[in-house]
C-alpha cells in the first residue's frame, strides 16, 4: 500500500529532503514510512469542555505508536459554547472549513477527531467528511455529577431554576455564586441531554465512535483506555482504506435519527447531521427526520426533559442499551469505523439502570422525534420537539405579538403594558444563520414576567433561530425561508393569528395569501438583520444556506477529497 504521506516523504529527491528534514527533531528515519496519523485537537483553555483533550490526546498518540504509526497533534479551531460571541454556530462552518484544509494540506493518512463542546463534533465531521481519509472520533466525555445542597445540578438547566430562587428570596447571591463550582464539577461537556451530549451519541449512532464509547464520562479512566485503543484503530483503518464515504451511508442517517429521537437529543443534531450528510452527498432531507423519527418513543429520562444526567446514563448502560430496545428500528446494514455493523454490538448491551433507561415497553414518552412543520409561516420547513412542549399547545390559534430582534424582545417583554396574554404567539425574527448572523440560540424566549406572575409556564414561541439542547418549551424554531432570506416570517404583525397544529403539521399566519403577498417587511425589520462589512462575517452572510439544509456554506458542500496538492518548493 503506498500512503498518501509518501508523497511528501518517500524517495532522496530534494523537496522529500526537505519535507523530513524539518520534521525529524529527534525522530528516526522510519517514522516517515509509516501511517501519519493527525489527532485534531480542540483543546482550548477557551473551550474549558475540552480543555482535557490533551490528555486523551496522549493516549491516542500511545495508540498510534503501538499500532505502528506517527502520531501528530493538530491543534484545530475550537468553539467555547458559552464564551464565543455572537453565537458559537457562527464559527461552526469556519472551524470546518479550516480543519477541513488543513488536513488537505498536510502530509497525514488518517485522523482521530478529539471533540466535546456543542459545535466541536459537528465541525470536525464535517470537515473529516469533506477530506475523506480515515477518521474516527473520540468525544471528549460529559462533567461528573455535581451536587448543591444535597441535590444534584445539571448544566445549563439548572442555572434557569437557582436564578428563579435568587429572585424568589429563597437562595441568597452568596450560595448562588457559590453553586458555580458545584455545576461545573469537573473536566468535560455539560452532562444534561444538550447538544454536547447528543452530538457525541449521535457520533456514535453514525458509526464514527468506537460502539460504547461516546456518554464516557470525561474524567473516567476508561475514556483513555477506549482514546488508546481508538489510536490503534486509526492505524488499522488506513490499512483497510476505511474512509467516511464507505461506512457513512444513508442507513447511517436513519440510525443516527433514531437514536436521537430514542435519547430524546437537541434539536441542534437536526441542522449539523444535515450539515455532515451535505458534505457527504447523501440526499438526507427535514422530513426523514420526521419520517424515521417522530413516533420513536424516548427512552432516557435526562434532563432537561427528565430527571437524571450523563454519569447516571453511562453508568445505566449507556447509547448501546439504548439501541438495543430500538434494535428494529435501526437500519442492520450500517456499518462503524470499525468495519462491522452498529447492530453487531448490541447483543451484550443491558440496561442496568431501567429508572434512567426504560424499556420499549415504558417509555418516557411513547413518541419523541421531531415533527417538521411547514405552512405560509414556513414554506420549506420548521422543527418542534413535541416531547419537549406543553400538550395542550400543540394545536392553538393566538394573536401574533412580533419582536424583530432579541434586543427589541428585552426592551419589551417585561413591559406592563405590553398586550400580550396567556394565548399569544411570540415571534422572534431576525435570528436566522443569515439575519443575526449565525442562527444563535433564542427562540426559546422567556415569558413576560406579568404572565408568569399569573401561573403561565408555557406559551407558543415562533423563531427562525435555534433553541439550546436543554432548553424546552412549545417552541416551533427553525423556521425557514428565515427573515432575512425573504420568508414570510418578515411580514407577519402584531395582531395577527399564528395557528399552529402539531398533528396536521402546520403554521400559519391567518392572513389571505394574496395579502400577505402584497407586504413588504417593516423598515425596522430590515434594519436589525445583520449586514456585516467585512471578514468571516461577511462571506458567511453572502454563502450561508438555510437551516433545512444544514445551515453550511454554499460553497462546501460536498467533498474535495484527499488528493494532494502541488509543490510548496
Ligand atoms: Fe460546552 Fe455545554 S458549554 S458543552
Ligand atoms: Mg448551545
Redesign the pocket.
Known amino acids: 500500500m503506498t500512503l498518501r504521506s509518501a508523497q511528501w516523504y518517500a524517495g532522496d529527491a530534494r523537496n522529500a529532503y526537505i519535507h523530513r528534514a524539518w520534521m525529524r527533531r529527534g525522530v528516526p528515519g522510519d517514522a516517515f514510512d509509516r501511517p501519519q496519523i493527525a489527532i485534531a485537537n480542540t483543546a482550548s483553555d477557551l473551550t474549558p469542555c475540552n480543555a482535557h483533550l490533551t490528555e486523551v490526546a496522549a493516549s491516542v498518540r500511545n495508540g498510534v505508536l503501538e499500532a505502528g504509526g506517527t502520531p501528530l497533534e493538530l491543534p484545530v479551531v475550537s468553539l467555547g459554547?458559552t464564551q464565543v460571541r455572537p453565537t458559537?454556530m457562527l464559527w461552526r462552518n469556519m472551524a470546518a472549513m479550516a480543519t477541513e484544509e488543513m488536513l488537505r494540506a498536510n502530509p497525514v493518512d488518517g485522523v482521530v477527531l478529539l471533540g466535546g463542546c456543542?459545535k466541536t463534533i459537528p465541525s470536525l465531521l464535517m470537515a473529516a467528511a469533506s477530506v475523506d481519509l480515515p477518521a474516527v472520533v473520540v468525544p471528549g466525555g460529559p462533567m461528573l455529577t455535581g451536587t448543591f445542597r444535597g441535590v444534584p445540578l445539571g448544566c445549563g438547566t439548572d442555572v434557569w431554576r437557582l436564578s428563579e430562587e435568587v429572585r424568589a428570596g429563597t437562595l441568597s447571591e452568596e450560595a448562588f455564586t457559590r453553586s458555580e463550582s458545584s455545576m461545573i464539577r469537573s473536566r468535560g461537556h455539560c452532562n444534561t441531554m444538550?447538544?454536547a451530549s447528543t452530538m457525541a451519541l449521535v457520533a456514535e449512532a453514525l458509526g464514527t465512535v468506537v460502539p460504547g464509547v461516546a456518554g464516557t464520562p470525561a474524567p473516567d479512566s476508561r475514556l483513555l483506555e477506549a482514546a488508546h485503543g481508538t489510536g490503534r484503530l486509526a492505524v488499522e483503518m488506513i490499512t483497510a482504506d476505511r474512509r467516511p464515504s464507505t461506512f457513512l451511508t444513508r442507513a447511517s442517517f436513519t440510525n443516527a435519527i433514531v437514536a436521537l429521537a430514542a435519547i430524546g437529543g437537541s434539536t441542534?443534531a437536526v441542522v449539523h447531521l444535515l450539515a455532515i450528510a451535505g458534505r457527504l452527498g447523501i440526499e438526507l432531507t427535514l422530513d426523514d427526520f420526521d419520517r424515521i423519527g417522530s413516533s420513536v418513543p424516548v427512552l432516557v429520562d435526562l434532563q432537561p426533559a427528565g430527571r437524571f444526567l450523563m454519569e447516571d446514563f453511562h453508568r445505566a448502560g449507556g447509547l448501546l442499551a439504548v439501541l438495543r430496545e430500538v434494535r428494529d428500528l435501526l437500519d442492520p446494514t450500517a456499518l462503524t469505523v470499525t468495519g462491522k455493523p452498529l447492530v453487531d454490538s448490541l447483543d451484550d448491551a443491558p440496561i442496568w439502570d431501567p429508572e434512567v433507561i426504560r424499556t420499549r415497553a415504558e417509555p418516557l414518552v411513547a413518541a419523541g422525534g421531531i415533527a417538521v412543520l411547514r405552512g405560509n409561516l414556513a414554506p420549506t420547513g420548521a422543527v418542534v420537539k413535541p416531547a419537549a412542549a406543553s400538550p395542550h399547545l400543540l394545536r392553538h390559534r393566538g394573536r401574533a405579538v412580533v419582536f424583530d430582534s432579541i434586543e427589541d424582545f428585552h426592551a419589551r417583554i417585561d413591559d406592563p403594558d405590553l398586550d400580550v396574554d396567556a394565548d399569544s404567539v411570540l415571534v422572534l425574527r431576525g435570528c436566522g444563520p443569515r439575519g443575526y448572523p449565525g442562527m444563535p440560540?433564542v427562540s426559546n424566549m422567556p415569558l413576560p414576567k406579568k404572565l408568569l406572575e399569573q401561573g403561565v409556564r408555557d406559551m407558543v414561541r415562533v423563531c427562525d433561530g435555534r433553541m439550546?439542547?436543554t432548553a424546552y418549551g412549545t417552541v416551533v424554531l427553525h423556521v425557514t425561508p428565515e427573515a432575512a432570506a425573504g420568508g414570510p416570517l418578515a411580514l407577519v404583525r402584531t395582531g395577527d393569528v399564528v395557528s399552529l397544529d402539531v398533528a396536521a403539521r402546520r403554521i400559519d399566519v391567518e392572513v389571505p395569501d394574496d395579502e400577505l403577498a402584497r407586504r413588504a417587511p417593516d423598515p425596522a425589520t430590515v434594519a436589525a438583520f445583520a449586514d456585516p462589512r467585512r471578514g468571516w462575517e461577511r462571506l458567511y452572510v453572502d454563502h450561508v444556506l438555510q437551516a433545512d439544509t444544514g445551515a453550511d456554506l454554499d460553497f462546501l458542500l460536498g467533498s474535495s477529497g484527499s488528493a494532494v496538492s502541488r509543490e510548496s518548493h
Open positions: 459554547e458559537a456543542d444538550g447538544t441542534n440560540e439550546s439542547g
